[in-house]
Nanobody
Framework: QVQLVESGGGLVQAGGSLRLSCAAS????????MGWFRQVPGKQRELVAT???????NYADSVKGRFTISRDIAKNAVYLQMNSLKPEDTGTYYC???????????????WGQGTQVTVSS
């Protein structure tokens, strides 16, 4: 099992910045992909940004140029620096990890508990 613990959400005015952090813990696992998704009530969870073990990043079009994802491989951690925040960035942000428990083994997906980001206009 892997646990993902997030931190860093909060309330910020439009144009402000926040930094989300997520750390994965458990035993004998490797992470293929870590990232962030967000969800608002009544809508599906959507991708915000992901980062692979090979340092390939992927961003939603709506956050490109404003958000930056980074990883600390040694700490099994992922961060999301969010700048120039807009009210439409409001939502619950979930940390995501695609994990293996050995070479050439199936991938398991894990989610954090979510952290609220609210951007006021």
């Amino acid at each position: 099992q892997v646990q993902l613990v997030e931190s860093g959400g909060g309330l910020v005015q439009a144009g402000g910045s926040l930094r989300l952090s997520c750390a994965a813990s458990g035993s004998r696992f490797s992470i293929d992909v870590m990232g962030w998704f967000r969800q608002v009530p009544g809508k599906q969870r959507e991708l915000v940004a992901t980062s692979t073990s090979g340092d390939t990043t992927n961003y939603a079009d709506s956050v490109k140029g404003r958000f930056t994802i980074s990883r600390d491989i040694a700490k099994n951690a992922v961060y999301l620096q969010m700048n120039s925040l807009k009210p439409e960035d409001t939502g619950t942000y979930y940390c995501y990890a695609a994990v293996r428990f050995g070479l050439d083994t199936p991938v398991f997906q894990y989610w954090g508990q979510g952290t609220q980001v609210t951007v006021s206009s």
